[in-house]
């Protein structure tokens, strides 16, 4: 059994694992640079994350509501729970009553908003349009919103604690968490020792809703932007390192399209065992654990059996998994 | 730095140098996202710079509160895309008329170099971080003569000024070969509110116009020559 860190972590108490084809090995996060070469390029997810859990007022009752997708007016993915707070398992809340096509949402601090759309795959999935668009619906959010959050942590996240120290555009609802311990000390000695540093912007969505068919549907697909440079990049690196399996799904699916181009797009690839990786070589994430969609996209690096050495190793030798946990680079070949 | 099209950030934006930066930079074609804490003033702001033709949006924050800063770094981010220019005019000058020294409450002191320092810090943490990944930006630290000069009366603003110069400077050293470069300018004295709030008896006839002082802080961020990374210059 893997723990989850429980409240997040200074980047100096981070352990890493290296998963390289059926080699394991256990590092400090800190000797990243050493476990990378000139030449290799690192690319990091550079979405802000939102404050994307809302309390409203919806069907005649008190409900919260986490956004599933980048904000736009018209059309926002959302995603109702009932009565409660992150503090409970989202699997033991109450259903939300369920809603139709025009009902309103009245969200604290005033925002209103409509749905327009209930999802064929839950009730409990809408697409909302807001009663205000641009700075004015940006300040709401902010002002309503905070993180969104699981009962495994100890307290309540203030927004500065889920943002990695390259955060940009806030187009993630949920943490694109694999950033969070690269601290510049980390970065900066990476691009000494000759290793490129690109981003690209992914919005990350939510992990976890507590309904199985919404799950078993997640991750929903999500909006990526690519820069022209980071394209430049990936076709002059010897290797490349996704950050987060966000980057790993943004540079595949767009690549899966025929070249990999500059530009935005969404993506519905989910990548399991087998899957071809024609961009990445590898990835460095969380410890995750079977059964999560993110452990079956490690599959498509390293085989099953490995992936299940790697799992007992990491419960023995003490990581810890989920957003605040330790590390893994995994590659299929060794060594990286 | 090339101003047309760039995203830009002003703090301390609805009055005086913070806003006629905030017109001059929408005039030369940049879009600019004004922030400043009392919600009337920003609006007339953003509406004057729209009704001339600029992109221009508010964002109704304090610098100061630790609370607003990724709301701050978010929004901006949101509507500008990418923050090329941050520029770190907010500050405020503590309890007027100026106490000496002696006479100033530690808490007030405190609170000048919360919003004058830490606040500004803050939110370059916050912004610098892209910047570096992209490899290119331009902090701007509005500083004063008072960060140089031991005046009677000025020690708290001066200070906070002193201490935001040399994290400037560190900030400088620190990101040295990475694109971003970060300045402290000083304006020099100018006929805005916040001189009329600490030298009530000036002959505002003696004091720049905060239009003329914009102009050269643009150049000073346009042109890398006139103000190199960790440089202190005068507008």
Redesign the interface.
């Known amino acids: 059994m893997i723990a989850p860190a429980r409240a997040p972590r200074a980047a100096s108490d981070v352990k890493l694992l290296q998963i390289a084809g059926t080699r394991l090995s256990d590092h400090r996060y800190a000797d990243l640079p050493s476990l990378l070469a000139p030449g290799d390029l690192l690319v990091?997810n550079?979405a802000?994350t939102?404050p994307a859990a809302l309390a409203a007022d919806a069907g005649g009752q008190a409900v919260e509501i986490r956004l599933a997708g980048e904000?736009h007016p018209s059309h926002t993915r959302a995603v109702l729970f009932g009565r409660g707070t992150w503090r409970e398992r989202t699997e033991d809340r109450p259903a939300p009553p369920a809603l139709g096509p025009g009902d309103a949402v009245r969200f604290v601090g005033g925002l209103g908003a409509t749905v327009v759309e209930i999802s064929p795959i839950s009730p409990r999935l809408v697409t909302l349009a807001f009663d205000r668009r641009?700075?004015a619906l940006?300040?709401a959010i902010?002002a309503a919103g905070r993180p969104v959050q699981y009962s495994y942590l100890a307290a309540s996240l203030?927004?500065?604690a889920v943002?990695?120290?390259?955060?940009?555009?806030?187009w993630a609802v949920e943490a694109p968490s694999a950033g969070h311990p690269l601290a510049?000390e980390t970065?900066l000695a990476l691009r000494a020792r000759g290793v490129k540093?690109a981003?690209l912007t992914h919005a990350a969505g939510l992990s976890s809703t507590g309904d199985p068919a919404l799950d078993a549907a997640l991750p929903l697909p999500e909006r990526y932007d690519i820069p022209a440079e980071t394209v430049r990049a990936v076709e002059a690196a010897s290797r490349v390192i996704a950050v987060g399996t966000t980057v790993v799904r943004a540079l595949e699916g767009a690549a899966a399209r025929g070249a990999l181009v500059p530009g935005s797009g969404t993506t519905d690839l989910r990548l399991g065992p087998g899957s071809p990786l024609r961009v990445v070589d590898a990835l460095l994430t969380g410890v995750h654990v079977p059964g999560e969609s993110h452990y079956a996209l490690l599959g498509a690096f390293v085989d099953e059996l490995t992936l299940a050495r790697a799992a007992e190793h990491a419960a023995r030798s003490g990581y810890l998994s989920h957003e605040f946990g330790d590390a893994v680079l995994v590659s299929a070949h060794a060594p990286l | 730095m090339k101003i047309e099209e760039a995203g830009c950030l002003v703090t301390g934006a609805s009055r005086g140098l913070g806003r006629a930066l905030a017109e001059l930079l929408a005039a030369r074609g940049a879009r600019v996202v004004l922030v400043a804490r009392g919600r009337d003033a920003l609006d007339e702001a953003v509406a004057a710079i729209r009704a001339a033709g600029g992109r221009a949006?508010?964002?109704?924050a304090d610098v100061g509160d630790?609370?607003a800063?990724?709301?701050i770094?978010?929004?901006a981010?949101?509507?500008l895309?990418?923050?090329d220019l941050l520029v770190h005019n907010a500050s405020t000058l503590g309890p007027t008329p100026l106490p000496l020294l002696l006479d100033m409450a530690c808490e007030d002191l405190a609170q000048v170099l919360e919003t004058n320092t830490v606040g500004p810090f803050r939110l370059s943490?916050?912004i610098a971080?892209?910047m570096?990944?992209?490899g290119r930006g331009v902090i701007v630290q509005v500083s004063s003569d008072a960060a140089v000069g031991a005046y009677p009366r000025w020690g708290a603003y001066g200070s906070s000024k002193a201490a935001s110069d040399l994290l400037a400077r560190t900030l400088a050293a620190e990101l040295a070969e990475s694109g971003v470069r970060v300045i402290s300018v000083d304006p020099g004295e100018m006929d805005t509110q916040m001189h009329a709030d600490a030298m009530p008896e000036a002959d505002r006839s003696t004091l720049a116009d905060p239009r003329k002082v914009a102009a050269r802080l643009v150049a000073l961020v346009e042109d890398e020559a006139l103000a190199p990374s960790g440089a202190r210059v005068a507008a």
């Open positions: 990091v550079d802000a939102l904000l641009g700075e940006l300040a902010y203030p927004l500065w943002q990695t120290r390259f955060a940009a555009r806030p510049w970065l540093l981003r | 949006w508010g964002i109704a630790k609370d800063v990724y709301r770094a978010g929004e981010a949101a509507l895309g990418e923050v943490k916050a971080g892209p570096v990944l992209r």
